[in-house]
């Protein structure tokens, strides 16, 4: 059964930096495209950063610069890395799996799914 744990969340002030992980079992994930989505309060939930399993990656314009999304396959560990964060980052974060090995901005592309961790940036 695979599973998607993320870890890492957590109230920061504005201007601040928070590392996110997603451990991945059930299954090796390093053939295949991984992402991240968030879903701020009141809101859909919304396209963050997805890497391919070659390591390319694509961003959301809006955090394109201060989000850095990578992979560590020997740990079956996905990161997101997030500086200068700011208020309308606040959300609660998600890692994704393809079933597929390139990068996806569509909720609807992944298909596997991990519960959650909650951001909040503080102004």
């Known amino acids: 059964q695979v599973q998607l744990v993320e870890s890492g969340g957590g109230l920061v002030q504005a201007g601040g930096s928070l590392r996110l992980s997603c451990a991945a079992s059930?299954?090796?994930?390093?053939?295949?495209?991984m992402g991240w989505f968030r879903q701020p309060p009141g809101k859909e939930r919304e396209f963050v950063a997805s890497?391919?399993?070659?390591?390319?990656?694509l961003d959301a314009l809006s955090v394109k610069g201060r989000f850095t999304i990578s992979r560590d396959n020997a740990k079956n560990t996905l990161y997101l890395q997030m500086n200068s964060l700011k208020s309308e980052d606040t959300g609660v974060y998600y890692c994704?799996?393809?079933?597929?090995?390139?990068?996806?901005?569509?909720?609807?592309?992944?298909?596997?799914w991990g519960q959650g961790t909650q951001v909040i940036v503080s102004p």
């Open positions: 890497i391919s399993w070659n390591g390319e990656t």
């Open positions: 059930g299954r090796t994930f390093s053939g295949f495209a």
């Open positions: 994704a799996a393809r079933d597929a090995p390139w990068s996806a901005s569509g909720s609807r592309d992944y298909i596997h």
